[in-house]
């Protein structure tokens, strides 16, 4: 039974960081699969944000790059997005999603994707 469990969103300023963690059970890091970060605003669609894979491949949107870093421990089956210098613009529902037995290396659609985890807020001022 795969599970995504996220933690560390919130409201920050204009410049903040914040740091989110998605811890995976029912399969481990040193499996084959794929892992993103995605978010929504309300009214739009959902996008992805950055992705990876278990041989470390990683992608990011354009609009973060420089200032968003996903990260993974394999020990601990836990993915990370670092977020800094945020904006009002990232303002979102942020989601982790995985899929498992499949090597996906670039920002796909999130119906490439299986599993999801709750969402967790964040709201820039």
């Known amino acids: 039974h795969v599970q995504l469990v996220e933690s560390g969103g919130g409201s920050v300023q204009s410049g903040g960081s914040l740091r989110f963690s998605c811890k995976a059970s029912g399969y481990s890091f040193y499996s084959v699969f794929s892992m993103a970060w995605f978010r929504q605003a309300p009214g739009k669609e959902r996008e992805g944000v950055a992705a990876?894979?278990?041989?470390?491949?990683?992608s990011y949107i354009d609009s973060v790059k420089g200032r968003f870093t996903i990260s993974k421990d394999d020990a601990r089956d836990t993915l990370y997005l670092q977020m800094d210098n945020l904006q009002p613009e990232d303002t979102a529902t942020y989601y982790c999603a995985t899929e498992l037995r499949r090597l996906l290396y670039s920002l796909s659609r999130s119906s490439e994707y299986t599993y999801w985890g709750q969402g967790t807020q964040v709201t820039v001022s």
């Open positions: 990876t894979n278990s041989v470390g491949s990683i």
